[in-house]
């Protein structure tokens, strides 16, 4: 299982980027999705995620009302709507997805990295 996450880069203080993210390879389901971020010298933080069935959604205080993920179920895909960016959100973002893989004995819950897309925002 793969999750490929694209859509960061450089972007002023209040403007706008969308991270999308996609998972492809075996798997039986995805449970769930999130948008983790890591800046330089902190840890890798939650930033929202989001249940994949229902579509339940959470949020870190930092980007609430300021950031939407969404999922497309069809596409297998993750996308984290950002607006209103500020200096301090600038980090590399992370894909995770809670994926069930089916082994010769049973299923399995595995979480899944995906490659980290750098986001600047800057004057």
């Known amino acids: 299982v793969q999750l490929q996450a694209s859509g960061g880069g450089l972007v002023q203080p209040g403007g706008s980027l969308t991270l999308s993210c996609v998972a492809s390879?075996?798997?039986?389901?995805?449970?769930?999705m999130a948008w983790y971020r890591q800046a330089p010298g902190k840890e890798r933080e939650l930033v929202a995620d989001?249940?994949?069935?229902?579509?339940?959604?959470s949020y870190s205080g930092g980007v609430k009302g300021r950031f939407t993920i969404s999922r497309d179920s069809a596409k297998n895909a993750v996308y984290l709507q950002m607006n209103s960016l500020k200096p301090e959100d600038t980090a590399v973002y992370y894909c995770?997805?809670?994926?069930?893989?089916?082994?010769?004995?049973?299923?399995?819950?595995?979480?899944?990295w995906g490659q980290g897309t750098q986001v600047t925002v800057s004057s």
């Open positions: 995770n997805a809670g994926v069930v893989v089916s082994t010769p004995r049973d299923y399995q819950y595995l979480k899944i």
């Open positions: 390879g075996s798997f039986y389901n995805i449970v769930d």
């Open positions: 989001i249940a994949v069935g229902g579509g339940i959604t």
